[in-house]
């Protein structure tokens, strides 16, 4: 594959890296400031910033399909992830965070031509927020065919009963329409058409938001992570998405791209807390010399930029395979970066908060707040044991296979 960037990534990347250093970095205080005065509202800051992003071109990066987005490809979309990564925020000023993304990406796909004007486009032009609701409390969610909620035909309606939680987004106040996964068809032998994926209002009847979840203490405000109530929501038979027993396959082409994005945005997170552990390695002294003299730090910044390094040519070959041959056939690598960068940057910023003692734990620093995010990541799109367990049977039978031909 070609390492070197297109003209117009280069462009792209270019201003993009500008947009951040002169609009992005010097007010990350300053949001996360505003955001302490109203916890589940929209910073002040960000729609200045939203505003500042359309102007100069930079809107919808992340969306293939030159219809609704920049018309990039899943590799040249991914050193403009990485670059958003840094600042734990600033994928949305671009209109390219999750769980937006992934719900623009189903309703670009599967979505009618009623639902793409109801909800598709508010989303992509930023004027409203959405949710994804598939995880619950009752059951082992990362085997999406456990899911218990009740999707049931009434007529010309779909009834809804059951209970989500971790429903990221949802708290936000402009959070307007959530995507539901549940089962219309309980008893069906295939458990794979078992389920269906519908479109929901947050403002209809029977939604009841029960509580804010929190991660690591944090509560990842203003998206937050909702636990909801589904009390016999009635919505009209128009918003099912695609087609009942439609929903596995609506949430398998949902998250090939959704899993590779979150790693090209900790690999931004990674990069900036190994940028940060050699900021402070070469200006701080201790027991009389510079950190930077001390063989341990020297080895943890080498080996991060070594993991970091991986990650990234790992991240790249397993979008240019998608761009290639489809998200099916890239499966095994989307598995592997999957497993592979969230770790990853675990211990990158792990490292970085070590070097930077007490003040790595704070909240002056991003780094707390990031190695949250990449913590999350490990079990969020798919925990690492339902990857390994998948790519292990995967290449076991490609092995065998390739072994029995050449016997």
Known sequence: MNFDYSPKVTDLLNRLKQFMAEEVFPVERTYYQQLEEDRWGEPPIMQTLKRKAKDA???NLFLPDDEWGAG???LEYAPLAEEMGRVGFSSEIFNCSAPDTGNMEVLAQYGSPQQQARWLKPL???EIRSAFAMTEPEVASSDATNIETK???DGDDYVINGRKFYISGAMNRRCEIM??????APDCEDRHRQQSQILVPMNTPGVQVVRPMRVFGYDDAPEGHAEIVFDNVRVPKENLILGEGRGF???QGRLGPGRIHHCMRLIGQAQRALEMMSMRAESRVVFGRPMIKQGSVREDIATSACEIEQARLLTLKAADQMDRYGNKAARDLIAMIKIVAPKMACGVIDRAIQIHGAAGLGQDLHLARAYSYARTIRIA???????MMQLGRNLAAAY???AQQEG
């Not at 995507?179 to 219309?184: A, D, E, F, N, S």
């Not at 799109?381 to 990857?387: F, Y």
């Open 72 to 74: 990039l490809t899943n």
């Open 400 to 402: 065998a296979a390739t």
């Open 179 to 184: 995507i539901v996964m549940g089962k219309t």
């Open 57 to 59: 071109g930079l809107w």
């Open 124 to 126: 992509l032009q930023g």
């Open 249 to 251: 396959e609506i949430a």
């Open 151 to 153: 999707i049931t035909r």
């Open 381 to 387: 799109d798919g925990p690492d044991q339902v990857h």
